[in-house]
């Protein structure tokens, strides 16, 4: 079974912050990537900032963007999955792991205006300061990341390539983010939830205390009901369709890139029902797209049929490929 690069462990629940890993290993000929940390945006006295992992030489190289996930609350562009960055190495595309700044210091309006701006920095520096190849670029991330790559779709100019999106959702504003969940564990009190934010705007936790401090914060709004709301600012019921236009399966057209979900059928922090909608709609359009259906599988495919998960990692890993070296 693969085994997650990071997670963290919240008084027995379990947030996945990352993708489960499935190795596919280096050669003897593979040569490292290089890793530069470049600041992509600066509001205020906050740098956001992005990891690049790029093959040494001249030649433009196409990109893997990552979109770490976490709820919009907690993460880091340090989490960089295993495979995808294998995968990378092996086939020399360049890799950009990005940092945002995390609610609910900053709400969903301003993460999106992150990713938007990340893409920017990437069209108009990277081909100069890594050898981008920014007409072939795919988007990828888990949970909140798939969120934010499947957003990525559909705020991005020019849009990416094509989406991998592991157990992501794309809608932020259905009955499932606003519900009272029983699956995030012993209740947490508001007084020690409220304690773990507010203080600063963050654009990663790689501070372990920290990254379990805003987890219990998650849990809180999750058992209280108050997620959508914590993490956009907006009462989507007070304000019908105001959240819209951050929702990507409310925003797919016929030329929404191509895109690949990997989805549990028994996630409870993740409903399965985020995916198949997506497809739904992607269907609806004639947008070319693949869901991989784990059944039994939990969030992050915990408890899925090892031999399946491993396949749909690989098969991942494939149409990334497969995406960028097209002719």
């Known amino acids: 079974m693969p085994l997650p690069l990071r997670s963290t462990c919240l008084s027995g629940a379990c947030l996945c912050l990352c993708l489960l890993t499935n190795s596919v290993g280096f050669s003897a000929d593979d040569q490292p990537l290089l ?8 509001v205020g006295d906050v740098q956001v900032q992005a990891d690049v992992y ?5 030649e433009a190289r196409p990109v893997v963007v990552w979109v770490h996930g976490g709820a919009l609350i907690v993460g880091s562009r340090s989490q960089v999955p295993k495979q995808i960055l294998e995968l990378c ?7 950009v792991s990005l940092d945002y700044r995390l609610a609910p210091e900053v709400k ?3 993460i999106a205006a992150d990713v938007q701006d990340a893409f ?9 300061l890594f050898q981008a190849d920014t007409r072939r670029i795919v988007v990828t991330g ?5 969120f934010l790559t499947m957003l990525s779709g559909a705020i991005v100019t020019p849009k990416p390539t094509a989406l991998v999106a592991y157990w992501g959702y794309g ?23 409220l304690a773990a934010v507010g203080k600063k705007v963050l654009t990663n936790t790689d501070d372990p205390a920290e990254g379990k401090a805003r987890g219990g914060y998650y849990r809180h709004l999750r058992q209280t009901g108050g997620w959508s709301l914590g993490v956009t600012g907006i009462d989507a019921e007070k304000e019908p369709g105001k959240l819209d236009r951050f929702c990507p399966v409310k925003q797919i057209t016929r030329d929404y890139p191509p895109t690949l979900m990997i989805h549990g059928t028994k996630d409870t922090d993740v409903p ?6 997506m497809a739904r709609e992607l269907t609806k359009h004639g947008v070319k797209h693949e869901l991989l259906t784990l059944e039994g599988a939990e969030h992050g495919l915990r408890d899925g049929d090892p031999q399946k998960v491993a396949a749909a990692n690989s098969r991942a890993l494939e149409f990334i490929r497969e995406q960028l070296t097209a002719k």
């Open 272 to 277: 399965y029902f985020c995916s198949t909608d």
């Open 89 to 95: 190495t092996r086939e020399r595309f360049v890799f």
């Open 120 to 128: 920017r920095w990437l069209h108009a520096q990277g081909p100069k």
């Open 142 to 146: 888990g949970s909140a990341g798939g």
């Open 54 to 58: 790029r093959p040494e030489g001249a």
């Open 35 to 42: 890793k530069t940390t470049h600041v992509y945006k600066t």
């Open 171 to 193: 809608d932020i504003d259905g009955e499932w983010t606003r519900s009272k969940s029983t699956h995030h564990g012993a209740p947490v009190p508001r007084f020690e939830a």
């Open 108 to 110: 969903l309006p301003e």
